[in-house]
């Protein structure tokens, strides 16, 4: 889906056409772009619980980023939370992604 709407560049308008024609299409619509983002954030949600015990600042980051962007979307439609929502989960992911000792570098090493 990502690669089709990307395909359009600047054509706004078959852009728009698209989407208004998925949304007529809900066995389309409703799993990739109504539910699959939502299971997404559930899923790195989850997965960043696993380190609240040794890595508490970069879970509780991800994990909030993950509800601001779903209170964002579904409740106020507020684009600013959104994005802070999105500014904390990135943050919160890359520290866990490079947490000092089991950071990418150390994983390559032991290849």
Do not use: C, E
Request: hydrophobic fraction near 50%; aromatic fraction near 12%.
């Amino acid at each position: 889906m990502d690669f089709q709407f990307w395909s359009f560049g600047d054509d706004i308008v078959g852009r728009d056409k698209l989407i208004n024609h998925l949304r007529g299409i809900p066995s389309i619509w409703l799993p990739f772009m109504d539910i699959g983002p939502a299971l997404l954030y559930i899923g790195l949600s989850i997965h960043a619980w696993k380190f609240i015990k040794t890595h508490t600042i970069s879970a509780i980051f991800t994990i909030v980023g993950t509800i601001i962007i779903g209170l964002g979307h579904y409740i106020s439609d507020n684009r600013i939370i959104v994005v802070l929502g999105y500014v904390l989960l990135a943050l919160g992911l890359v520290l866990l992604i490079y947490r000092k000792g089991n950071g990418m570098d150390s994983s390559l090493n032991k290849l």
